[in-house]
């Protein structure tokens, strides 16, 4: 039997699995036994072995740290660390200010420089303390840049489909992309800047058709595809990167 981490909640109505970081968790209802969860799981394991070695085969996680790797809209950055007298974050002279948001993203750099104020980067004397200021920096640059760039996609989009959303938020989640409720408002993680544009436009497209439909019915998915032809690709993509796409607290 594969190991996992159960978490119950009082909302949930099904079963969910996920693989992140080499590590199995299960969500379920209250009232679903344990026993249940583990027949769940010895059928589903020859899946989660396959995701589990599909992650064990990718890059570590970022921690953080100098020279580590971070996606940005698809592409591999490495982390440049520095002191300077005003903190910053910028993709060499800011590369995500000349996306043409209606074609491919094709960086021309490599390097995610994160700059740590003198002020506050002399008092940081151990790894962890740097590291921690380091993502609270990139979490800022991240919302930053997803609240121009999902925002001007979304607009777009909106118009292309006819679909409007009443309001919209970006924010981190812990274990969703994207939501939608019965008022229809839209919230959007701004970790999606890890992905590649086809794939952000593919979750600002499922979010918007859950307007039309407030559920993943057959009818749902037919309003996807119509609108995003190739969404079982960004599906895929996000399934097999989904361990460099959630970021863990330094440790």
């Known amino acids: 039997m594969l190991e996992y981490q159960l978490i119950r909640s009082k909302r949930r109505k099904t079963l969910a699995l996920q693989v992140r970081h080499g590590h199995v968790t299960v969500r379920a209802p209250y009232y679903v036994t344990t026993s249940f969860i583990d027949t769940f799981i010895q059928e589903k ?21 100098q020279n580590s790797n971070l996606l940005f809209l698809g592409e591999p950055l490495t982390l440049n660390i520095y002191l300077a007298k005003k903190s910053n974050v910028f993709i060499d002279n800011s590369l995500v200010n000349e996306v043409d ?14 700059v740590i104020s003198e002020r506050v980067g002399l008092r940081l004397t151990e790894p962890l303390a740097r ?6 920096l990139l979490e800022t640059y991240f919302k930053q840049q997803a609240e121009q760039l999902i925002i001007e996609r979304l607009e777009f989009l909106s118009r292309q489909t006819s ?5 919209v938020n970006i924010r981190q989640y812990r274990a969703r992309w994207g939501s939608c409720n019965n008022r229809g408002e839209l919230s959007f993680n701004y970790l999606l800047m890890m992905a590649p544009i086809f794939v952000i436009d593919y979750v600002i497209i499922h979010e918007l058709c859950h307007l039309e439909y407030l559920n993943h019915s057959k ?3 037919q ?8 969404f079982q690709t960004a599906k895929k993509w996000l399934s097999i ?3 460099q796409l959630h970021w863990q607290n330094p440790s």
């Not at 309003?223 to 995003?228: A, F, G």
């Open 163 to 167: 679909l409007i959303p009443t309001t």
């Open 241 to 243: 990167n989904q361990s």
């Open 131 to 136: 590291a921690k200021q380091v993502k609270k």
């Open 45 to 65: 394991s020859a899946w989660l072995l396959t995701k589990l070695a599909e992650q064990k085969d990718k890059p570590d996680f970022c921690d953080f740290s």
């Open 219 to 221: 009818e749902f998915w």
């Open 223 to 230: 309003l996807v595809e119509k609108y995003c032809p190739n």
């Open 101 to 114: 948001l209606f074609s491919t993203y094709k960086p021309s750099l490599r390097q995610l420089n994160v």
